[in-house]
């Protein structure tokens, strides 16, 4: 899986996830089954490609920190 392709799935993740978060509001674990999601489908590219796993955690970091 080429990295640019990954940070378009985060990406529209990311604005469902602003779309959401604006209509019900925020809740504890924010995009927490997203990011569990992205780590179940990327695992294997966990040790092959580091830029892919990055991009997955900082997309997590995002959730955590996400504020309307």
């Known amino acids: 899986m080429k990295q640019k392709s990954i940070k378009k799935e985060i990406n529209d993740i990311m604005k469902k996830l602003e779309l959401k ?3 019900y509001g925020l809740y504890e674990n924010f995009g927490n089954s997203e990011v569990l999601s992205l780590k179940d489908k990327y695992f294997s590219e966990m040790y092959a490609n580091n830029n892919i796993w990055n991009e997955i955690e900082n997309f ?3 959730c955590m920190n996400y504020s309307l």
Do not use: Q
């Open 60 to 62: 997590e970091k995002w």
């Open 21 to 23: 978060a604006k209509k």
